[in-house]
Each structure stands twice: as structure tokens, then as C-alpha cells.
């Protein structure tokens, strides 16, 4: 029998679609749409950031755990839902995945992201509560008045891009414990200033009075609720070549 080229024959989509017919993670039939949708763009460049279902499903081709799924294992470890149940998720993404993962720990979770596909009484099933807002501090708002977190006992990101500033400054005006896993590519300051390099990026937002920086889990919290993290992560991967290099 002739020998088969296995990178030849093998492409990345082969290993989407024995994804999708395997579907670990349990897609609902929308979210395997959008994953594929998603798939197309960033081959075609349309799209530059990768959804999170296209990091879990990278994720699962490493065979290591979705980061979702990481990050939610951290923050249950650093705020148990005794203490912390009322939940914010900022930049929820399309499909939610973390806080279906934080509901399944016990907390009560909130979604927020103007690209939420889940309708309500979806997100009431699976039980949490979605909104499509945006998310604003006080002093960068058109009316000088933020997104309300005063009902919540955390707030929580993943890779919140230009959101990022203004969750740090919302939640330490009001005292908020937040955790906010960092991305990989820095993002102006809320004041039009630009960084040059990812480490100016952080070491800005670390000079936010009140702000702890955690450089080995690329991580951000209040001073005043942070604990130690001993768990090392990767840079968050951005582009598709990035993606490609750490996970496959």
C-alpha cells in the first residue's frame, strides 16, 4: 500500500470537519455554524482575531483544556462562589463559553458583548442572563455616566482588547474585584495614547493606582482582592499564524 504525504493529505480543514462530526465539546447546531463561518474568515483574512470558538477549537487539537475552561478552574480558585457569586462577563463573545463554564461552578453569570448570538430565553436555559451593551467607565462615557457594576461581586475578561482600560478604572472607582486575562497585542490608552510594545502596554496598566499585573499568567486584578497565582500561561495567541505556531 502507498505510503500517504500525512501534512499533504491531512489539512486544517479535514481536522475542523472530524472536529465537527466528533464535536467533544458538545456545539449546538449554531455555534458549529459560526465556527465554521468563523474558519473561513480568518483564512480569508476578513477576519484578524480568532472567536473563541476557534481558540477552543485549536485548544482541542493541542489536546489541552479550552482556555475558557482554564480561566474559569483560575477565577473559581482565586473568588469561590460563596463569596463571589454575582457575576460580570465582559466580551462574552458570540456563544458565551465562559460563562457557561462559570454557571456550571455555581455562579450566577451575567454576559455582556454587543456580538452575542444567544438570545435570552436561550441564556435563561442555560442559566445566565446576556446583554449586548458595551462597557464604559464614567470618565471616558459620552454622559459621564458608566456601566452600572454595583449589583456584582466580580467582573471578568478574556482578552477584553480595547474594553480592557475601562473595566480596570470602572471596577477600582467602585471597588470591584476584577480579573482580567490580558490579550497579546497592546491597545491605546483610554486618553488616544499609544504604546510601542506589549511590555509598555502592561506596565501602563500597572500604573493604574490599585491595578496588580501578574506578567507570568498575563493576568490583571485589583490590588486589594489579588492573590497569588502560581499557574504559568502562555501569551494569548492573535493571529493565525501565531495560532498555528502554539497549538498545533
Not at 201 to 211: A, D, Q, R
Request: proline share 4%.
Amino acid at each position: 500500500m502507498e505510503e500517504r504525504d500525512i501534512e499533504e493529505e491531512f489539512t486544517l480543514a479535514d481536522i475542523l470537519n472530524a472536529y465537527i462530526n466528533i464535536n467533544p465539546r458538545q456545539l449546538s447546531e449554531t455555534e458549529i455554524q459560526v465556527l465554521i463561518e468563523d474558519f473561513e474568515a480568518i483564512k480569508s483574512g476578513e477576519l484578524d482575531v480568532p472567536s473563541e470558538l476557534l481558540y477552543d477549537f485549536f485548544a482541542f487539537g493541542k489536546l489541552v483544556p479550552s482556555r475558557h475552561t482554564t480561566f474559569a478552574d483560575d477565577i473559581a480558585s482565586k473568588y469561590p462562589a460563596e463569596r463571589f457569586l454575582r457575576v460580570l462577563e465582559i466580551g462574552a463573545g458570540k456563544q458565551c463559553l465562559l460563562s457557561k463554564t462559570l454557571v456550571k461552578k455555581g455562579y450566577y453569570v451575567t454576559s455582556m458583548d454587543p456580538q452575542i448570538l444567544i438570545d435570552e430565553n436561550r441564556a435563561a436555559k442555560k442559566g445566565f442572563i446576556v446583554t449586548k451593551d458595551y462597557f464604559r467607565c464614567d470618565e471616558f462615557s459620552p454622559d459621564s455616566i458608566g456601566t452600572d457594576i454595583s449589583s456584582y461581586d466580580l467582573i471578568v475578561a478574556q482578552q477584553p482588547c480595547g474594553a480592557t482600560e475601562h473595566i480596570i478604572r470602572q471596577c477600582l472607582k467602585n471597588n470591584k474585584p476584577f480579573e482580567i486575562k490580558l490579550c497579546g497585542d497592546a491597545h491605546p490608552h483610554l486618553s488616544g495614547e499609544e504604546d510601542d510594545t506589549l511590555e509598555e502596554w502592561y506596565n501602563y496598566l500597572s500604573s493604574i493606582e490599585g491595578t496588580y499585573i501578574d506578567k507570568n499568567t498575563y493576568q490583571a486584578s485589583n490590588k486589594k482582592f489579588q492573590q497569588v497565582q502560581t499557574q504559568i500561561d502562555e501569551p494569548a495567541a492573535h493571529t493565525l499564524n501565531d495560532i498555528l505556531e502554539n497549538h498545533f
